[in-house]
């Protein structure tokens, strides 16, 4: 994923006033294949907001993953990002859905 945040990026857009073209984003904002820019920050908040969270976050540091890095979001040209589905509306219906039993009884309770 581009990094929108990287500082690069950020300079241009403060300079120009113009949507950026770096060596990560290469292309004019009308032609570009990515669908959103975002940044490592917005990332993580949508992974917050979505049905999958972030397993393992890597910024791309000078050309390489590094595993911890001091202002990635402002120094990253992008990241990789190790994903798990998390589906939180399967997992409500799951407790929801689960036979309540009575006290001292291993027969799940009719409903009346």
């Given at each position: 994923?581009?990094?929108?945040?990287?500082w690069k990026v950020r300079l241009q857009v403060a300079?120009?006033?113009r949507a950026p073209v770096t060596d990560s984003?290469?292309?004019?904002?009308?032609?570009?294949?990515?669908?959103?820019?975002l940044t490592?920050?917005?990332f993580r908040e949508l992974a917050g907001r979505g049905n999958f969270r972030?397993?393992?976050?890597?910024?791309?540091?000078?050309?390489?993953?590094v595993?911890?890095?001091?202002?990635?979001?402002?120094?990253?040209?992008?990241?990789?990002?190790?994903?798990e589905r998390s589906d939180h509306a399967a997992e409500?219906?799951?407790?929801?859905?689960?036979?309540?039993?009575?006290a001292g009884s291993a027969v799940p309770a009719t409903s009346s």
């Open positions: 994923m581009p990094n929108f945040g990287h300079w120009a006033g984003l290469p292309y004019e904002w009308f032609e570009s294949p990515n669908v959103h820019f490592l920050r917005d972030i397993v393992k976050e890597l910024p791309i540091i000078g050309g390489r993953a595993d911890r890095a001091w202002g990635a979001n402002l120094r990253a040209h992008s990241a990789l990002y190790v994903l409500k219906a799951a407790i929801t859905s689960a036979p309540v039993f009575e």
